[in-house]
Nanobody, 126 residues
Framework: QVQLVESGGGLVQAGDSLRLSCAAS????????MGWFRQAPGKECEFVSA????????DYADSVKGRFAISRDNAKNMVYLHMNSLKPEDTAVYYC???????????????????WGQGTQVTVSS
């Protein structure tokens, strides 16, 4: 079982930066791939970024590639999403998610992640 708590969201202007943090509890954190997803009002939840358990591989949605960076610190059970050059279309609730070794699914699929945080709001004004 993994419990996740996101933080770091807020109201910023276009072009600003934010760093989201996700604190994970549980002894199995080092074996979890981690993902960030977001959901804007009236839209479906969409993949933002993911990082494998050993940080060897990362993946980004095309809409954030080159602006966002995902990282993790396994010693601290933390995952981060560094967001630069924010745009109004980045406005959404951002969720941190953890995978399970018992579930085989593409890294961009929500099906891969049975553990989710409560979300943190990011609002980007123009």
């Amino acid at each position: 079982q993994v419990q996740l708590v996101e933080s770091g969201g807020g109201l910023v202007q276009a072009g600003d930066s934010l760093r989201l943090s996700c604190a994970a509890s549980g002894r199995t954190f080092n074996s979890n791939d981690m993902g960030w997803f977001r959901q804007a009002p009236g839209k479906e939840c969409e993949f933002v970024s993911a990082i494998t358990r050993n940080s060897v591989n990362t993946d980004y949605a095309d809409s954030v590639k080159g602006r966002f960076a995902i990282s993790r610190d396994n010693a601290k059970n933390m995952v981060y999403l560094h967001m630069n050059s924010l745009k109004p279309e980045d406005t959404a609730v951002y969720y941190c998610a953890a995978s399970s070794r018992f579930i085989s699914a593409p890294i961009r699929s929500t099906r891969k992640y049975p553990f989710w945080g409560q979300g943190t709001q990011v609002t980007v004004s123009s």
